[in-house]
DNA sequence: ACGATTTCTGAAAACCATTTCATTATTTAC
DNA sequence: GTAAATAATGAAATGGTTTTCAGAAATCGT
């Protein structure tokens, strides 16, 4: 059907070797040789034939990305940014969702090893021996990207959880003498569990009891945002602030609020987490972590180019910037704004 | 390094073929032999080299998706539901970014090609010759996936725009004389086009001249959605009703009069597209046109599947449904609620 | 002008699975 | 029991590159 390295050959009378030559740029070739070929290649529309060169080489330019809950937009502004990084350097993505399943993860690993895949990222919320168990033994280059990992071995990118829960407890320890929590899944998920540290950290440093009727938790879903709501202030009738570990639950929880006629910032503040697109827009407009999905999928995408091409990796494990922005959904007191 | 046919095939005692026809399920292998093959698969760990396989028989289990702008709330969906159902029939996802750039889609669709995928499904808002030249040379199974074609040998999964537009004019010419619109881009965008068309049989039917003041332009962010809002109402004073061409411009024109001191639904109603995920969760919870992102997802790569199959397509074009919710944008009169 | 480098090119092996064709072993049919 | 059909297996060709090794041609040094 299409033409192929020997036909290229042929037409330019030269050697099988001397097209692969040209075609890989090797400077071992003559200027003379190399037009011949070249103008051959434009009149047969050569294609070079990927999988033939996998073959040979190994070195596929695809690098996987097994990610949780493609429905989530900070993720997918992190999906994004790793492509356009990754294209950068002729690499294509091969995506798998993975829904947060260990299960789909092991087999997304095990396909997408396979497919010879030269580099892969993993976004999860769960770090499972197994899961970690199975990465090793794979022997490709890996980068978790968001969630933090204890393992020192490992490569990983994450905002840092623990800290800006800090700061978010600060600030709401300026309005109220305690505030509730709308948190994540208790079951697997490190960024929650790290938020949590953060939040306790600060409740001891200011001498309160962290009682339990404080917490509610959620699935990061707007939905899950309102029941968590709706469970607070059965619990705690005087309760004046709220930190949501997730953009989406606080917008859910300040829709029952509205439901149920309770003013924000008046009668409750409440401060997000993820600074999501729309979080600017809602009414009233959220108060919010910022951490940018982009600059999470950009640093971790650097990181797994210099892995694939065996430049050395100071640290391991790197931060991605965060800051906390404040809006109409909480009582202004002169912190950062935007 | 790792395991291949030739070894298995030593360890089973068998010749290359014999594996072979075990590993592809072939029945032309008696019980005894597949049990031996089987054995000594698992004992090397054996996996199967897909280059290799690919380089032979043309097939690399893996599906092209091109896309503008995943960061859209609606497309997200889309792509994610693309993936599971690819996943059910052992197809990859190879996934790149176009942002709409006519250059990048050409040079994705060239890659992927030498990545040797044998279906593709492009997400795109403009239809260049170029484009549709470029998927017709490459002879490789393509379906479009959102914004219609009229190309009668394209094939293609879509909203019916039209109609869709068609429905929230009735709606809307329940309210008021006439009602301002926030479009999509001019350019390059056969969605907007199309549903400008919706709207523009309605006006006639309903013997009311379009005036341009009437009509806005944005490019269906949530900041266009904000300003278009701002010139509509500067352009008219005595605007009831808004129909916005996406619920993230919806979302921004709601912002803008919030910030004004309009009432929604008292002062105007206002009305999306798209249906994403948060309009249920603003204040007011957003009416809007509920196309499923999952539905279209999901018959596009059955669709692509069918192709890839040589499955006989009855009808290659396919409509996605959609339907009007209305919420608390727009004042209620007895249609369909959510 | 002669040997020593350097530059350029080609032949052939290697990568690993699939598939056709031929062959042997086993059944079936009569 | 023999011919004919069927089932099971293997040998070898094939797909299209990259890369090592060796050799030819050109350049250099003196």
Redesign the interface.
Known sequence: MSANMKDVADLAGVSLSTVSRVINDSNLVSKDTAYKVKTAIKKLDY??????R??RTNI?K?VGIIGAG??N?FL??T??SM??EA?KE?Y??????SDGELEQELYYI???????IDGLIIITAKFSDELIEMVRSIQIPTVFASGYIKNPDLVAVTVNNVKAAEDVSDYLFNFSDYFGIIRGPYKDSVASEERMIGVINKYRENNVKLKDKYISEGDFS?ESG?RAAQELFKKNSDLKTIFSFSD?MA??A??YC?DNNIKIPEDVSIVGFDDI??A????P?LSTVSQSGAELGVKSMKLLLKLMNNESVTNNKEFVSHKLVIRESSKSINIIKS
Chains 1, 2 share one sequence.
């Open positions: 294609q070079i034939n990927e999988s033939a996998v073959l596929s695809l493609m429905d937009p997918m502004k999906l994004k492509e356009a294209i002729n294509n993505i091969i995506y798998g969702d095990n396909m997408l090893k396979q497919k010879k707007y309102y989406q917008i859910g300040i829709r509205y697109e729309v600017r827009f809602t009414k407009s």
